[in-house]
């Protein structure tokens, strides 16, 4: 079964290290700090994880705490995905 953390990884992996799999992308590396991220890639991420998760994303999830590590992301999706929408 392909998990949520499993589907971001391999997103950031295709689109952001172009497919490199021999990087090592520990689940709580900062994606800022590791340059693997800037802000038009934080577009890309929003984008995949609305499309992908059915997750309407505001201005006020976009932030390093929500989308800074494959950890982040996937607990950030499992949460918006808990909740119901208004």
């Known amino acids: 079964m392909i998990t949520i ?3 971001v990884r ?3 992996v295709d689109n952001f290290l ?3 799999t021999s990087y090592e992308l520990a689940d709580t590396a ?3 700090e590791n340059d693997i991220i800037d802000s038009t890639a934080v577009v890309e991420l ?3 994880i609305e499309d992908n ?3 309407a994303m505001v201005d006020s999830d976009i932030v390093p705490s929500n989308l800074d590590s494959v ?3 996937s607990s950030f999706i499992k949460a ?3 909740t119901p929408t208004v």
């Open 53 to 55: 998760f059915g997750i």
């Open 46 to 48: 929003v984008a995949f």
């Open 80 to 82: 918006k995905a808990g």
């Open 30 to 32: 900062s994606l800022i």
């Open 10 to 12: 391999a997103f950031i």
């Open 18 to 20: 172009f497919g490199d």
């Open 5 to 7: 953390k499993d589907k």
């Open 71 to 73: 950890d982040r992301i």
